[in-house]
C-alpha cells in the first residue's frame, strides 16, 4: 500500500511559537490510527503496523526517543532510531515511522517551532555556520547521547509545559534551550562528524585510514580500502565531511606529525619522510596550512610550553 505525502498541519502555540508534545506509540494490526488525549499535551497512539503517513512540516521538528527502537523513513532512506537518539527534521524532509522487529512500543518527545523563532538564533549568534551544518546532510541529522544525560535533556524539554503563567517566559527558556542544542550539536565539529546520517561503509573507511599505516601510503591505500568508485567516495566525503580524500588524509598526516614534534625529537625531514611526503617544502607549507607556523616554530612552542608547566 503506498502513502501519500500529506503536508501535516501543525498548530503552534502563537505566543511561544512552538509545540511540545509526548507520544507514546504502540503498533497493531488496526486498520487506522487511533490517537488518545490524556491532556497535557500527552498522547497514546495506537497505529497500524503500516507505520504512520508520510508528511513534511512547515516547521522545524526535534525527536527524542525515550524508549523503544523504530524505523524511521526520511528522504527515501531508512534509519534505525533507538532510546538516546535526538532527530533534527527539517520542513523539507518527508518521514514517517514505522516499526523495527518485535518492538511494539515506544515513546517520544516531539519538539516542533517555527522558522521564525529559529532564525533569531542567526541574529543572537551573529553567524549562520550552524544553519549550513543543519540544512546540508541529505537525510534529517541524528545524534546519540547515551544515560542519564539523555534522561536529564528529556525531563527539561518536557517542563517547559509547566510553564503556563507566563508565556513570555516560556519562550525564552525554549530560545536558551535551542540555542544550547543547536551550537552544541551543529557547530562544535567533533558532535557534527558524529552525525549518524554518515554511511556505514563511510564511517568504516574514515575509521581505518585513522591508522598510521594506512594514511601514510595516502590516497591509493584510501581508494583500495574504499567500497566504491573515486568519484563516489569523493562525492560522499565533500557531501558528509565537506572534505576532499586529499584534504581528510592530509589532515591525518599533519595531526600526526604535530605529535611527532611535539613528543619527540626525530629530525623533520625524517618526519616528513616517514609520512611520505617527498618534498620537505611540501611539508613544510601542508603543516602552515593546518597550524598557521612551521613546524619548527611548533616544536619550540611545544617544548616551551611543557617547561613551564
Not at 526517543?65 to 527515501?76: A, R
Not at 523539507?92 to 523563532?117: G, R, V, W, Y
Not at 516560556?170 to 546520517?197: G, M, S
Amino acid at each position: 500500500m503506498s502513502q501519500k505525502i500529506i503536508e501535516k498541519e501543525i498548530i503552534l502555540d502563537m505566543q511561544t511559537e512552538s509545540n511540545i508534545a509526548y507520544h507514546k506509540i504502540s503498533w497493531s494490526v488496526v486498520a487506522k490510527q487511533e490517537t488518545m488525549s490524556s491532556g497535557g499535551n500527552i498522547f497514546h497512539h495506537i497505529i497500524p503496523y503500516l507505520g504512520t503517513y508520510k508528511h513534511s512540516h512547515d516547521c522545524i521538528e526535534i525527536l527524542f526517543i525515550m524508549s523503544g527502537t523504530l524505523k524511521h523513513c526520511v528522504n527515501g532512506e531508512v534509519s534505525v532510531l533507538s532510546q538516546g537518539n535526538i532527530v533534527f527534521i527539517r520542513p523539507a524532509d518527508s518521514h514517517f515511522l514505522k516499526p523495527h522487529k518485535d518492538h511494539q512500543t515506544c515513546e517520544i518527545i516531539s519538539f516542533m517551532f517555527s522558522l521564525k523563532l529559529f532564525l533569531t538564533l542567526s541574529e543572537y549568534l551573529e553567524n549562520d555556520i550552524f544553519l549550513k551544518q543543519f540544512t546540508a546532510p541529505v537525510l534529517s541529522p541524528q545524534f546519540m547521547i547515551k544515560g542519564p544525560k539523555f534522561t536529564l535533556l528529556c525531563n527539561r524539554v518536557l517542563s517547559l509545559n509547566s510553564i503556563s503563567k507566563n508565556p513570555l517566559y516560556k519562550k525564552i527558556k525554549i530560545k536558551i534551550l535551542l540555542a544550547e542544542l543547536f551550537t552544541h550539536f551543529f557547530i562544535d565539529e567533533i558532535n557534527f562528524l558524529k552525525v549518524n546520517t554518515v554511511p556505514c561503509w563511510l564511517e568504516s573507511l574514515c575509521e581505518a585510514m585513522r591508522k598510521p599505516r594506512n594514511f601514510i601510503e595516502g590516497l591509493s591505500k584510501m581508494n583500495s580500502l574504499a567500497p566504491c568508485t573515486k568519484e563516489h567516495l569523493c562525492k560522499s566525503l565533500k557531501r558528509y565531511l565537506n572534505k576532499t580524500p586529499t584534504e581528510f588524509i592530509n589532515e591525518l598526516k599533519m595531526s600526526y606529525a604535530a605529535r611527532l614534534l611535539a613528543d619527540s625529537d626525530e629530525e623533520i625531514a625524517m618526519i616528513a619522510y616517514e609520512l611520505n611526503i617527498k618534498s620537505l617544502s611540501r611539508f613544510y607549507s601542508l603543516f602552515k596550512q593546518f597550524y598557521a607556523t612551521s613546524p619548527a616554530n611548533y616544536r619550540k612552542n611545544a617544548k616551551a610550553g611543557r617547561d613551564i608547566l
